[in-house]
C-alpha cells in the first residue's frame, strides 16, 4: 500500500503551468513541522537547524487550479496522495 497524507504550509506561492495536453499542474513544497518536544524544537532553533521536512509534491488537474487560486505561501494545506519516484526529462533533456 503506498498512500501519504501530508499536512504543513506553503513554502511558496503556487506556479499553475499545463501540459502539452492542456492538462494543469502545480509544483509546491509542503513544510512539515517535525514531531518535538518543546525542549527539542528550541535546541534546533538555537542552532540553527530546521524543525520541519520540505516534502515536494505535484498536484494535478482541478486540485492544481484551485489550489492556485485560493493558497498561498503559508497557507496551511493537508495533502493526500502515494509516493512516485523517477524523473522526468523534458524536451531539452533536462531532468
Do not use: H
Amino acid at each position: 500500500m503506498n498512500n501519504v497524507s501530508l499536512v504543513g504550509r506553503l513554502v511558496r506561492d503556487l506556479e499553475l503551468r499545463y501540459t502539452q495536453n492542456g492538462v494543469a499542474f502545480a509544483r509546491l513544497t509542503v513544510a512539515v513541522d517535525k514531531a518535538l518536544s518543546k525542549e527539542k524544537r528550541q535546541e534546533l532553533q538555537n542552532a540553527n537547524k530546521p524543525t520541519a521536512n520540505f516534502v515536494p509534491c505535484v498536484v494535478w488537474g482541478k486540485l492544481a487550479e484551485n489550489m492556485a487560486n485560493y493558497t498561498g505561501k503559508g497557507s496551511l494545506v493537508a495533502i493526500g496522495g502515494e509516493i512516485e519516484t523517477g524523473s522526468y526529462q523534458n524536451n531539452e533533456g533536462r531532468t
